[in-house]
């Protein structure tokens, strides 16, 4: 059960960007998966979800309109892209997995992350 | 969107050392909250879940309380690699919300 992101990736500003999460070991389809960001030496921030199985997406109001969060359930892989690039997009990403933890109450959790992939954007 | 307020910001302590890490929900998010060690570099790992469970493997030095508003992780007795950075997450409502991390260094 893992989930493996792309490598780093090194940007100029206005470019665009598409990161993924490689999901394996687990019914891709039955957990939601998300992103969060993490700008050097600050905290953890949540970027927004998806649920593989029909695709619903929230994000959180500080990332709507500026990420593009989707998902290719053929090849369990999710994504993150931007249209523009900015230096302040200059963060480590990671991809998350919230699903059941336990099956008999049906609590959820935060339980997998990725490895993370480092986005510098610069001139 | 839901604040959660993570107490202290920074915390220095002692190898066996007891302490105590706080977040404050802005509203009531019942046992949604969760808690995640973070090492330099490293994605964060699961500590507590639903506010006091631990997932396999997690060592039972640390536990979590709290429901409504008011979420405590405690480590019982610090170890050399618990030196790290906590966070707290709440996982009720979206847009989920993280605490703004503690930052627990070796005195």
């Known amino acids: 059960v893992q989930l493996v992101q792309s490598g780093a990736e090194v940007k100029k500003p206005g470019e665009s960007l598409k990161i993924s999460c490689k999901a394996s070991g687990y019914r891709f389809t039955t957990h939601w998966i998300g992103w969060v960001r993490q700008m050097p030496g600050k905290g953890l921030e949540w970027m927004g979800i998806i649920y593989p199985s029909d695709g619903d997406t929230r994000y959180s109001p500080s990332f709507q309109g500026q990420v593009t969060i989707s998902v290719d359930k053929s090849i369990t892989t999710a994504y993150l892209q931007w249209s523009g690039l900015r230096a302040s997009d200059t963060a480590m990403y990671y991809c998350?997995?919230?699903?059941?933890?336990?099956?008999?109450?049906?609590?959820?959790?935060?339980?997998?992350w990725g490895q993370g992939t480092l986005v510098t954007v610069s001139s | 969107a839901v604040q959660m307020t993570q107490s202290p910001s920074s915390l220095s302590a002692s190898v066996g050392d007891r302490v105590t890490i706080s977040c404050r929900a802005s509203?009531?998010?019942?046992?949604?909250l969760a808690w995640f060690q973070q090492k330099s570099g490293k994605a964060p790992k699961l500590l507590i879940y639903a506010a006091s469970s631990l997932p396999i493997g997690v060592p039972s030095r640390f536990s979590g309380s709290g429901s409504g508003t008011d979420f405590t992780l405690t480590i019982s007795s610090l170890q050399p690699e618990d030196f790290a950075t906590y966070f707290c997450l709440q996982d009720n409502i979206f847009p989920l919300t993280f605490g703004g991390g503690t930052k627990l260094e070796i005195k």
């Open positions: 509203q009531g998010i019942r046992n949604d």
């Open positions: 998350f997995r919230r699903g059941v933890i336990e099956a008999t109450s049906g609590t959820v959790a935060v339980d997998l």
